[in-house]
């Protein structure tokens, strides 16, 4: 009986401005590109907390693609040069629970970059897919719960928090 080969499912966080513009560049030219990647769109990936990539893998992602604006050309200023640090520490982090950093990569691709967004996704899917399957991580101590949110200091609930994304819901 022949097994179909390992096809890696990988979640794309990318930036409204630029990576996801770009991904619709890709698509409007038709570029050939794998479908294996599934898109959130970010309004900045300066805003990706490091618990949205490690609650990716939790659910099965066996690979992360973070793209966002090149540095410097960053809608909200600086805030891509924030995303390089936290890539870093998120890698180190991820490392903690025994996921290789190969396994989460941090590009960039402006909105007139379509083909090399195209060869971005193609570049990840066999890299990830040199990897084969993600091993099944433990589950989080709280039960799968998150962080229970209602008592926030500031009154909020965060609800208009990164509809798109649900990481608060």
């Not at 490091?50 to 600086?78: N, S, T």
């Not at 691709?109 to 066999?126: D, H, L």
Request: hydrophobic letters at 35%.
């Amino acid at each position: 009986m022949n097994t179909p080969p390992f096809e890696p499912k990988i979640i794309g966080f990318l930036c409204n401005w630029c990576s996801y513009a770009g991904a619709d560049k890709a698509g409007a030219a038709q570029l050939n590109y794998p479908p294996n990647v599934g898109t959130i769109r970010v309004m900045c990936t300066g805003r990706i907390d490091p618990q949205f990539v490690l609650k990716a893998f939790a659910e099965g992602a066996d690979g992360v693609v973070v793209l966002g604006c090149h540095p410097g050309d960053c809608h909200y200023k600086e805030q891509n040069y924030r995303m390089i640090q936290r890539h870093r520490l998120t890698v180190k982090f991820l490392e903690q629970f025994g996921i290789p950093a190969d396994r989460c990569r941090l590009d960039f691709v402006s909105a007139a970059e379509g083909e090399k967004f195209a060869r971005v996704i193609r570049e990840t899917v066999e890299a990830v897919r040199a990897l084969g399957p993600m091993p099944k991580l433990p589950p989080p101590p709280d039960g799968g719960q998150g962080v229970d949110r209602s008592d926030r200091s500031d009154g909020s609930d965060r609800s208009d928090h990164h509809q798109e994304c649900s990481c608060c819901h």
